[in-house]
Nanobody, 127 residues
Framework: QVQLVESGGGLVQAGGSLRLSCAAS????????MGWFRQAPGKERECVAAISRSSVNRYYADSVKGRFTISRDNAKNTVYLQMNNLKPEDTAVYYC????????????????????WGQGTQVTVSS
């Protein structure tokens, strides 16, 4: 079992920044590729960023490229999502997720491939 706890969400004005953190406990964090997903009301859950076990590969949705940065610290069992130049359309509940992965370089953007999920943290961007 892996427990994931997100933090760092909140209310911010357009153009502002937030840094989300996801602390993991349980089985070895370094065995998991990690992802950040978001879900807005009435919309499907989408992957905004993902990172491989070794951090060598990272994925960003087109809508957040150049604004969001995913990183991980395996020594601290934590994955981060730095969000800059936030827009009202970024408003959603943000979830981190862990995907048990054999390969150091592989990552996934598909929700059903992820094994564990956090409870989510609300991000609201006002115009």
């Amino acid at each position: 079992q892996v427990q994931l706890v997100e933090s760092g969400g909140g209310l911010v004005q357009a153009g502002g920044s937030l840094r989300l953190s996801c602390a993991a406990s349980g089985h070895s964090f370094s065995n998991y590729a990690m992802g950040w997903f978001r879900q807005a009301p009435g919309k499907e859950r989408e992957c905004v960023a993902a990172i491989s076990r070794s951090s060598v590969n990272r994925y960003y949705a087109d809508s957040v490229k150049g604004r969001f940065t995913i990183s991980r610290d395996n020594a601290k069992n934590t994955v981060y999502l730095q969000m800059n130049n936030l827009k009202p359309e970024d408003t959603a509940v943000y979830y981190c997720a862990a995907n048990l992965m054999t390969m150091l370089w592989r990552l996934s953007t598909t929700p059903y491939e992820y094994d564990y999920w956090g409870q989510g943290t609300q991000v609201t961007v006002s115009s």
